[in-house]
């Protein structure tokens, strides 16, 4: 188990990681993502087996992004760890207001999202702090533990916020949420 957690505290490659032409940060620097073949092959490498099971998919109510929420369940040490991810993507809007995009293409995209912020919750070398100054290589193994179960508790708050009706979110259920998923952003 110690050799996989030292292997998910280290950043990734140079080469594994990728800018998005056309997406940025509020800086105004480019995102940086790793692709999700590279995500796929070192899930591979790191534990043999994975499971990624979507649980929902849907589009939004104008039809035009659809969503993904899925879970990735890992083996570590004998012990399975599951953590979830969602990804949407969508319609672009051209310049004259229309809409262009291929709805077809849009799922497995989304999925791809969907898995590539799963895989950021097991740790750094699947781009948890891309784009962040913080990183985990100085976490003891202990405290690693601790943020995977703090983000264990983000990720159920998050599927019981996310399946709240409107009129359900209240402001304290919503400031608890966004408590929590601050404080794991630090």
Do not use: C
Request: proline share 3%; aromatic share 8%.
């Amino acid at each position: 188990m110690k050799e996989i957690l030292e292997e998910l505290r280290k950043n990734p490659k140079a080469h594994e990681v990728k800018e998005h032409p056309s997406k940025k940060n509020k800086d105004g620097s480019k995102v940086k993502y790793i692709p999700i073949h590279i995500i796929k092959t070192k899930l591979h490498n790191l534990f043999g087996v994975y499971n990624w099971v979507v649980t929902s998919g849907e589009w939004s109510l104008n039809g035009e992004t659809y969503t993904v929420v899925g879970n990735l369940t890992v083996i570590i040490d004998g012990r399975e760890v599951t953590v979830s991810g969602i990804g949407n993507d969508g319609m672009k809007k051209k310049r004259d207001g229309g809409m262009y995009g291929d709805p077809h293409a849009f799922i497995p995209s989304a999925e791809s999202f969907a898995l590539s912020n799963a895989s950021k919750k097991l740790g750094n070398t699947f781009g948890a702090f891309l784009d962040k100054e913080v990183y985990t290589d100085t976490k003891t193994e202990a405290e690693h533990i601790e943020h995977m179960k703090e983000i264990k508790e983000l990720d159920r708050l998050g599927v019981y916020y996310n399946n709240l009706q409107p009129h359900e979110k209240t402001a304290g259920i919503k400031g608890a949420y966004k408590n929590i998923k601050m404080n794991l952003n630090k």
